[in-house]
């Protein structure tokens, strides 16, 4: 029997931190949703190919909370007002929208001989995630994307709701395997 006595989730505890490092930086944090993680709450509309991007910054949603279970916050998505609601281990990446710096959450893994508990899913393997047993490497990729990104706050023509027009972006996080 170990005695090494378990402990809670980092997960939580590193995107509360990466958001902070984001936000004090000047900078508008993005998440990165696995969308078929059971208790994802987002518009299915935005969900592509399993995934959705999710702007978190303070002028693009309300009431946002980050607890040690899920992230919780109302956006608008296409001028409609939406609940969201994250389950923290559904979050796979949080990053700077401007420069793609940021970070991949690392899936949570059971310590031998214990009893499963939340870390135990069936779906933490790498296979079972996506990425088909292979490290994750995020980088920044030159070229705009489309600017109807969730959680973007509503379509005004490109006003963040400060007066003054949100510049196009030049790069994106993509997923290299």
């Given at each position: 029997?170990n005695?090494?006595p378990r402990?809670t989730s980092?997960?939580p505890?590193?995107?509360?931190?990466?958001y902070?490092?984001?936000?004090d930086?000047?900078m508008?944090?993005?998440?990165?949703?696995?969308?078929t993680?059971?208790g994802?709450?987002?518009?299915?509309?935005?969900?592509?190919?399993?995934?959705?991007v999710l702007?978190?910054?303070?002028?693009?949603?309300a009431?946002?909370?980050?607890?040690?279970?899920?992230?919780?916050?109302?956006?608008?998505?296409?001028?409609?007002s939406?609940p969201?609601?994250v389950?923290?281990?559904a979050?796979l990446?949080?990053?700077a929208r401007?420069?793609?710096q940021g970070?991949?959450?690392?899936?949570?893994?059971a310590?031998?001989g214990?009893?499963?508990?939340?870390?135990?899913?069936?779906?933490a393997t790498?296979?079972?995630?996506g990425?088909?047993?292979?490290?994750?490497?995020?980088g920044?990729?030159?070229g705009?994307?489309?600017?109807d990104?969730p959680g973007?706050?509503?379509?005004?023509g490109?006003d963040?709701?400060?007066?003054?027009?949100?510049p196009?972006?030049?790069?994106?996080?993509?997923?290299?395997k």
């Amino acid at each position: 029997m170990n005695d090494v006595p378990r402990m809670t989730s980092h997960r939580p505890y590193l995107l509360r931190a990466l958001y902070e490092w984001i936000v004090d930086n000047g900078m508008t944090p993005h998440l990165l949703v696995d969308a078929t993680r059971a208790g994802v709450r987002v518009p299915p509309h935005t969900v592509k190919e399993g995934r959705v991007v999710l702007n978190v910054a303070e002028r693009a949603v309300a009431r946002l909370q980050m607890d040690n279970d899920a992230v919780a916050f109302t956006a608008r998505f296409g001028g409609v007002s939406h609940p969201v609601l994250v389950p923290v281990e559904a979050v796979l990446a949080i990053y700077a929208r401007e420069t793609g710096q940021g970070m991949a959450l690392p899936e949570e893994h059971a310590a031998p001989g214990s009893d499963g508990g939340e870390a135990a899913e069936s779906d933490a393997t790498p296979e079972a995630s996506g990425t088909g047993g292979h490290e994750v490497v995020l980088g920044v990729v030159p070229g705009g994307i489309d600017d109807d990104e969730p959680g973007e706050g509503d379509d005004d023509g490109g006003d963040d709701g400060d007066g003054s027009p949100v510049p196009k972006r030049g790069a994106h996080l993509r997923v290299v395997k």
